[in-house]
């Protein structure tokens, strides 16, 4: 996920593929000497943004003094270009032992061979505690290869006057939803409901899931689109009603331009859909033109009250690289950094502001903060389907854009999802 954590959780209270790998024998002595001690160096990369220093003090402080002679070097690493770096990394013999690794990025890592196996550290690692939304990002044909860290999902953004004045309030089902967005027009005729280009894709995949579809299954040994079946038309149709209120053109994504900083700060937006760095650059981004900000955030709502909208989840996982020449204790390192204790103690350093892997270590976030609302879609994340080449559909020109665009366009759902659908198949089945 390439996005700041720490400007993610800056908002209204929390303002804030791989070479061959050697096997465990060539390299097992050096980490099974690593667990009793020695002087060695275990070296973790992070990503910039994603670890606060008191936390990652704190991780590294506990785990020194269990391993005498041990040091543990973090090295934080930049977003730009950083597949290549970590592919390369991971090929050579002395690759970083723990590695930040995005949560769509981990199986194809995994598939490559870069990754160690860590299936028979469940328990270790508190494999039973995860949440289930967020544990299948980190296997891979029924193995698992990272521990999930955190993640962040998207919720409604909404300006409190622009809904005071229209007598809105935040709604909890589809339904409320739309109503709501009928008598914000009605007030303000001038401005627009909601704020949602054509192709927000991660927000049109949890409609699909919503009505019990996905983007892609498999079937047999091969991959499927699953964009031209009913449970796609009901989320496509319902996602065009929405955008039917707001003018944002219908061939672009949220970041074409940036709807945080280039749309919103300018006015005339009553609510939109984003992540919590998106709320804080658009605080940011209104405070420097001299106004001010006053926004409310909830839940992207549900078909019924009882169950909150489903949402992508975005995050990182953490994992081991096969190469580690102290597997052993990266292992060790990454049981203390994603245990429960480690997670409560993480998610006290971003103020609650993401869902950690196990749902029982739940900060509570601030009241009225983005990181609560978020915490309350938490029930129903999901994650893009688990393929090593899923990579290959995000990679423009993105078939499921193309699909939404030629639908809101006027397209029958059935048609444009078919189409799409062979594209996805052959994107997804071209690595076997």
């Not at 019990?212 to 496509?236: F, R």
């Not at 001299?290 to 078909?303: E, H, L, R, V, W």
């Not at 009882?306 to 052993?328: H, I, T």
């Amino acid at each position: 996920m390439k996005r700041k954590l720490i400007a993610a959780i800056g908002v209204a209270g929390m303002m804030v593929s791989i070479a061959a790998c050697g096997s465990d024998s060539d390299k097992a002595k050096d980490g099974d000497k690593g667990t009793a001690g020695g002087d060695k160096t275990l070296t973790v990369w992070v990503m910039d943004g994603s670890a606060p220093q008191e936390w990652i003090d704190g991780v590294n402080k506990e785990f020194e003094a269990s391993h005498p002679g041990v040091k543990v070097k973090v090295e934080t690493q930049q977003w730009t270009d950083i597949q290549t770096k970590v592919t390369t990394a991971l090929s050579e013999n002395t690759p970083p032992d723990v590695l930040e690794i995005g949560n769509t990025q981990t199986t194809g890592y995994a598939a490559s061979g870069g990754l160690a196996d860590l299936s028979g550290d469940k328990d270790k690692l508190g494999y039973a505690n995860w949440s289930e939304g967020i544990k299948p990002s980190a296997e891979l044909e029924g193995k698992l290869y990272a521990a999930p860290w955190w993640a962040a999902n998207r919720a409604v953004i909404y300006d409190k006057a622009a809904f005071k004045k229209a007598g809105v309030t935040p709604p909890k089902t589809r339904a409320e939803w739309i109503d709501g967005l009928k008598k914000l027009k009605a007030a303000d005729p001038k401005s627009q409901p909601l704020y949602l280009p054509g192709q927000s894709w991660y927000v049109f995949a949890g409609f699909l899931w919503d009505e019990g579809g996905d983007l892609a299954t498999k079937d047999g040994d091969k991959w499927k689109g699953g964009l031209g079946t009913a449970e796609a038309a009901s989320a496509i149709n319902f996602y065009k009603e929405l955008q039917s209120y707001s003018t944002a053109p219908k061939d672009k994504d949220e970041a074409t331009p940036q709807q945080s900083t280039d749309i919103v700060p300018k006015g005339g937006v009553a609510s939109w859909i984003g992540l919590g760095w998106e709320a804080g650059g658009a605080i940011d981004a209104i405070k420097k033109a001299g106004k001010t900000a006053d926004f409310g955030y909830f839940p992207i709502p549900g078909k019924t009250a009882d169950k909150p909208g489903s949402v992508f989840f975005g995050g990182s996982n953490l994992a081991v690289a096969e190469r580690s020449q102290n597997k052993d204790l990266a292992k060790e390192w990454l049981a203390l950094a994603t245990n429960k204790k480690g997670m409560q103690a993480y998610g006290t350093a971003v103020k609650g502001g993401i869902v950690p892997n196990d749902p029982s270590a739940q900060i509570q976030p601030e009241a009225g903060s983005f990181a609560e609302a978020m915490v309350k879609s938490a029930s129903s994340g999901r994650i893009t389907p688990i393929t090593e080449g899923w990579a290959n559909v995000e990679t423009e020109p993105n078939p499921i854009k193309g699909y939404m665009t030629k639908v809101l366009k006027g397209e029958d759902p059935k048609k444009a999802g078919e189409e799409a659908d062979k594209v996805i198949a052959e994107l997804l089945n071209q690595l076997r």
